[in-house]
């Protein structure tokens, strides 16, 4: 028995979008150092971060004893809560720099009313517990979680989790984000990153036909984390949402987007719990598109005539070189989903594949809903279970 490392907080979309951007010509502009000391104490790195140190107090409350993580939004830090008889938290340190500041305080504004929606705590939501602001760093107090279920297959060689783990885990996701859903929210970055253990604990076997050790969890509840993208349905839509390996089709296509590209990206978290590897293992949006085809079949006409994005299309299909080198890529890289699971007669499997092609349904008028997908047969033992 043994327990896995400290837990990495990446609650951040970190992805490179290779829709926009370029050069204006101009000579480079002189960089401004963003080192800011406003005391002996309070001082700022070059990227925006706070400065400190273990042992040192924020808000005469939270002792900070180790770093968990970091994004492009700043660190999450180890906490002893001395207002909580030392309890441990996980704080999340906002750099003090203004964009990242008002995300920050959207993201707050998400947690208060899930907090407030949600106070007898039935939906697997990570807990907010306090927010303040420390000389500029928005700080925000969460439950104290384990691993995130990306950073235990990696630790774990991507061995995949079992059938029933998966079976818990997506039970649990899928009611976190339906919650969302009846609430008017889309978080828009679900990834395996933002998917965190509770407990990450697990007991460790040897597989002599792998010939080495493999990690089981004790326990697979899950929370959903990461809110600072998450948006209304009444708020402004950006055109590009989602970390890539998990960006639904019409997002990739400019089409528009609401709740169901959050489905989209769970079914693609659930057949990586499944394989152990991503689905779609690409940086570049046709490519992207090329890989959902080989997999899925071909994009729907009327999407592909409706598209912004008519670089990528030809004659109503997807301009795709299959001979190219990318063309080789895809087709080697990726196989047809019915093809390569076609084998299954476990109905535990099959009726899991089944889910996933429903969400993976290229059209948002026929993909699944989350309200559907919790019924779904896949789920059938953890509703007797619960009667």
Same mark, same amino acid.
């Given at each position: 028995m043994?327990?896995?490392g400290p837990?990495?907080f990446?609650w951040?979309n970190?992805d490179d979008?290779?829709?926009g951007?370029?050069?204006?010509g101009?000579d480079?502009?002189p960089?401004?150092?963003?080192r800011?000391?406003? =005391?002996?104490?309070?001082?700022?790195?070059?990227e925006?971060? $706070?400065?400190?140190? =273990?042992?040192?107090?924020?808000?005469?409350?939270y002792?900070i004893?180790?770093?968990?993580?970091?994004g492009?939004?700043?660190?999450v830090?180890e906490?002893?809560d001395h207002?909580?008889g030392?309890?441990?938290?996980a @704080?999340?340190?906002?750099?003090?720099?203004?964009r990242?500041?008002?995300?920050?305080?959207?993201e707050v504004?998400v947690?208060?009313?899930?907090?407030s929606l949600?106070?007898?705590?039935r939906?697997?939501?990570v807990?907010m517990?306090?927010?303040?602001?420390?000389?500029?760093h928005i700080?925000?107090?969460?439950?104290l979680l384990? @691993?995130?279920?990306?950073?235990f297959?990696?630790?774990?060689s991507?061995?995949? +989790?079992?059938?029933?783990?998966i079976?818990? /885990?997506?039970?649990?996701i899928?009611?976190a984000?339906?919650?969302?859903?009846?609430?008017k %929210?889309t978080?828009?970055d679900?990834k395996?990153?933002?998917?965190? +253990?509770?407990? =990450?604990?697990y007991?460790?076997?040897y597989?002599?036909k792998?010939k080495r050790?493999?990690r089981t969890?004790?326990?697979?509840?899950?929370?959903?984390v990461?809110?600072g993208?998450?948006t209304?349905?009444?708020?402004?839509h950006?055109?590009v949402v989602?970390?890539?390996h998990y960006?639904?089709?019409?997002?990739?296509?400019?089409?528009?987007w609401s709740? =169901?590209?959050?489905?989209?990206?769970?079914?693609?978290?659930?057949?990586?719990?499944?394989l152990g590897?991503?689905?779609f293992q690409?940086h570049?949006?046709?490519?992207? $598109?090329? /890989?959902m085809e080989?997999v %899925?079949g071909p %994009?729907?006409?009327h /999407?592909l005539?409706?598209t912004?994005?008519?670089?990528?299309v030809?004659?109503d299909k997807l301009d795709?070189?299959?001979h190219?080198?990318s063309g080789r890529y895809?087709?080697?890289q990726?196989?047809p989903?019915?093809?390569?699971?076609?084998?299954?007669?476990s109905?535990?499997?099959?009726q @899991?594949f089944?889910?996933i092609?429903r969400m993976?349904?290229?059209d948002?008028t026929k993909?699944?809903? @989350?309200?559907?997908?919790?019924k779904?047969?896949?789920?059938?033992?953890?509703?007797?279970?619960?009667?």
């Amino acid at each position: 028995m043994a327990r896995s490392g400290p837990p990495r907080f990446s609650w951040v979309n970190d992805d490179d979008d290779d829709d926009g951007g370029g050069d204006d010509g101009g000579d480079p502009k002189p960089q401004r150092s963003h080192r800011r000391k406003r =005391s002996r104490s309070i001082e700022d790195d070059e990227e925006g971060h $706070l400065i400190y140190h =273990s042992g040192d107090i924020l808000r005469a409350r939270y002792e900070i004893v180790c770093t968990l993580g970091e994004g492009a939004f700043g660190k999450v830090v180890e906490c002893i809560d001395h207002e909580k008889g030392g309890a441990r938290v996980a @704080l999340k340190i906002i750099k003090n720099i203004e964009r990242y500041r008002d995300a920050a305080v959207s993201e707050v504004e998400v947690l208060e009313q899930i907090n407030s929606l949600d106070c007898d705590r039935r939906y697997a939501c990570v807990r907010m517990y306090d927010w303040f602001d420390h000389h500029g760093h928005i700080c925000i107090a969460f439950e104290l979680l384990g @691993l995130s279920t990306y950073d235990f297959l990696k630790e774990n060689s991507f061995q995949p +989790f079992s059938i029933n783990h998966i079976r818990h /885990m997506a039970y649990q996701i899928i009611r976190a984000v339906r919650f969302l859903h009846k609430n008017k %929210l889309t978080h828009t970055d679900l990834k395996p990153e933002n998917i965190l +253990f509770i407990n =990450s604990e697990y007991d460790i076997k040897y597989n002599p036909k792998m010939k080495r050790d493999e990690r089981t969890l004790k326990n697979p509840d899950v929370k959903v984390v990461d809110f600072g993208n998450a948006t209304y349905e009444h708020e402004h839509h950006t055109s590009v949402v989602s970390t890539r390996h998990y960006r639904a089709p019409e997002v990739i296509l400019d089409l528009g987007w609401s709740h =169901s590209c959050d489905v989209w990206s769970v079914g693609c978290i659930l057949i990586e719990y499944y394989l152990g590897s991503t689905l779609f293992q690409t940086h570049d949006s046709k490519e992207h $598109l090329a /890989m959902m085809e080989r997999v %899925l079949g071909p %994009l729907p006409t009327h /999407m592909l005539q409706k598209t912004r994005k008519k670089r990528y299309v030809r004659h109503d299909k997807l301009d795709w070189d299959v001979h190219s080198s990318s063309g080789r890529y895809v087709r080697k890289q990726c196989k047809p989903l019915r093809v390569s699971f076609s084998f299954l007669f476990s109905s535990d499997h099959a009726q @899991l594949f089944d889910l996933i092609e429903r969400m993976l349904e290229y059209d948002v008028t026929k993909r699944i809903t @989350l309200d559907e997908a919790i019924k779904h047969p896949f789920f059938d033992s953890i509703r007797k279970s619960k009667k």
